[in-house]
């Protein structure tokens, strides 16, 4: 069983940075697909940003494309979100999530149900 475990959100203000962790238990995390996700009140669980098992390929919502960045350490069994410009819309809990059988290096998931596991969420709070 995988345990993922997040940890950097807060309270900022508009326009301010936040860098989420992700650390995953286990020892094959580097053959893990990884994605970001966030839930706002009363909103659906939303995809946020995706990167490949190899760590080659990366894809983002339209709405935090040129802000976020999603990266991965895999020495270190985690991944990360670097929030930069953040907006109040950006207001969530945010989820990491892992896909164990991911095989093509390049290959990235959009949806909840494509993963396998899930992080207990992190909060964040944008003021205005």
């Known amino acids: 069983q995988v345990q993922l475990v997040e940890s950097g959100g807060g309270l900022v203000q508009a326009g301010g940075s936040l860098r989420l962790s992700c650390v995953a238990s286990?020892?094959?995390?580097?053959?893990?697909?990884m994605g970001w996700f966030r839930q706002a009140p009363g909103k659906e669980r939303e995809f946020v940003a995706a990167?490949?098992?190899?760590?080659?390929?990366?894809d983002y919502t339209e709405s935090v494309k040129g802000r976020f960045i999603i990266s991965r350490a895999n020495a270190k069994n985690t991944a990360y979100l670097q929030m930069n410009s953040l907006k109040p819309e950006d207001t969530a809990i945010y989820y990491c999530?892992?896909?164990?059988?991911?095989?093509?290096?390049?290959?990235?998931?959009?949806?909840?149900?494509?993963?396998?596991?899930w992080g207990q969420g992190t909060q964040v709070t944008v003021s205005s």
């Open positions: 286990g020892r094959t995390f580097s053959s893990y697909a």
């Open positions: 990167i490949s098992w190899s760590g080659g390929s990366t």
């Open positions: 999530a892992a896909r164990s059988d991911s095989t093509y290096y390049l290959d990235k998931y959009y949806y909840p149900s494509d993963y396998h596991y």
